[in-house]
């Protein structure tokens, strides 16, 4: 396997377990050099 293709399947599975749990929000890739570098999850909390 090659090394993107790896960074790739590991984006993957985090951003599953990410979006799974949490309700709302928002989930941001950061890439550099086709490469994700950087996963950031913003997660807001309503009140009703």
């Known amino acids: 396997m090659s090394t ?3 960074n790739i ?3 993957l599975e985090n951003v599953k377990k990410m ?3 949490m309700k ?3 989930v941001t ?3 550099q050099d086709n490469y994700v570098v950087q996963i950031e999850k913003n997660e807001k ?3 009703k």
């Open 19 to 21: 979006v799974s749990s």
């Open 4 to 6: 993107r293709k790896d």
């Open 29 to 31: 890739l950061i890439i």
């Open 9 to 11: 399947e590991v984006t």
């Open 24 to 26: 709302y929000g928002s």
């Open 45 to 47: 909390i309503r009140l």
